[in-house]
């Protein structure tokens, strides 16, 4: 809430604190240490104090007298604006990490770089590796060298860090901004003796799983499955895009389930998909009647019985041990 009173401004803050500001001047007179025991409803000021009606609690109305904040010199008062003069005195006494993050916040990269390049490199922590590829990246410094030099060493000696997944998802992006969006469908027609289009769809879901695989282990978890379904949904046959995060994630899992039922029973990828369960799966949803798409040589995978949880429930159209096919018995769908 604001309130005019002559060439001055009341406002009530965050927490029930009362402000007056002086708009000619754009500075701000005082901020009263006195807190304000319920929110405000209204407000009304007379020549001696301003008046404070209250929602709730046992103080209806509230007073409070005007002359602490307009006894306040000139020369006290303070400006609206922050001077980089006032952001470079709060934070000159920080560690050089500190600093870095609020010269980044404040548009300053130079000064990102400045700081943090003059510790020896064997000395940067992660956090300070990524601060110093930000500065030089294209909103920054715009050294693409510089950048990939301290991308590259980050992944390299702190591959496990949240800074380290966190540039793999920019990594993604970046890759993704601009480019054709994946194919519609991979239905394979009649005519296709020859598996050229499920040829297609191993080849196309091969990319997909190395671009979203942050972690190396040639499979998508769910996790990696969310991040594809919010940057291109159409790479994992979704109609619309996720509309936040948590539809993402719902999203992943669904098609992680689907992919695994379908698929067969590979139990060493419990928990994530292959580029041949994603082909597969395509290809079933693509046209749920052909059976020329689902008994490929190229989608044949040994079945290892050692690798079987105890108590685990299969599908009634599980993998056969016998044939080793890992679709034998998905193409009785």
């Not at 965050?14 to 009263?32: A, C, D, E, K, Q």
């Not at 297609?200 to 996790?223: H, P, S």
């Not at 060493?268 to 079933?284: E, H, I, K, P, T």
Request: aromatic letters at 8%; hydrophobic letters at 45%; a neutral charge.
């Amino acid at each position: 809430l604001v309130l005019a009173d002559g060439e001055f401004l009341w406002g009530v803050f965050g927490f029930g604190r009362i402000g007056l500001l002086h708009p000619g001047t754009t500075n701000w007179v005082g901020i009263l240490q006195t807190t304000v025991p319920a929110s405000v409803h209204c407000m009304a000021v007379t020549d001696e104090a301003l008046w404070l009606g209250l929602d709730g609690g046992d103080i209806p109305l509230f007073r409070i007298p005007k002359k602490h904040l307009l006894s306040v010199p000139h020369k006290r008062w303070v400006p609206e604006a922050i001077s980089a003069e006032d952001i470079a005195a709060a934070g000159s006494g920080r560690p050089p990490t500190a600093q870095g993050v609020l010269a980044l916040f404040s548009g300053n990269a130079g000064r990102v770089r400045d700081l943090l390049e003059a510790i020896p490199e064997t000395d940067l922590t992660a956090e300070q590796r990524f601060l110093l590829a930000l500065a030089y990246d294209e909103c920054g410094l715009n050294e693409p060298s510089n950048r990939l030099r301290n991308e590259n060493a980050l992944l390299q000696d702190f591959p496990a860090s949240i800074y380290s997944r966190v540039l793999k998802y920019e990594q993604i992006r970046r890759r993704v901004t601009g480019q054709p969006a994946g194919p519609n469908s991979f239905a394979t027609p009649a005519s296709d003796t020859t598996n050229t289009t499920l040829t297609a769809a191993l080849e196309f879901a091969r990319k997909i799983v190395a671009a979203y695989d942050l972690n190396g282990d040639g499979a998508l978890d769910q996790e990696e499955l969310a991040v594809a379904a919010r940057l291109e949904p159409r790479s994992l046959s979704l109609q619309d895009v996720p509309a936040s995060a948590a539809d993402a994630w719902l999203l992943a899992n669904n098609t992680l389930m689907s992919c695994q039922i379908f698929a067969g029973a590979n139990l060493a990828l419990r928990g994530r998909v292959d580029a041949n369960m994603l082909a597969a799966w395509w290809q079933f949803r693509a046209n749920p009647r052909s059976r020329v798409g689902l008994r490929p040589v190229n989608l044949r995978r040994p079945f290892d019985s050692n690798s079987m949880p105890p108590a685990v429930h299969q599908p009634s159209f599980r993998v056969n041990p016998a044939t080793n096919n890992s679709l034998s018995g998905a193409s009785r769908l």
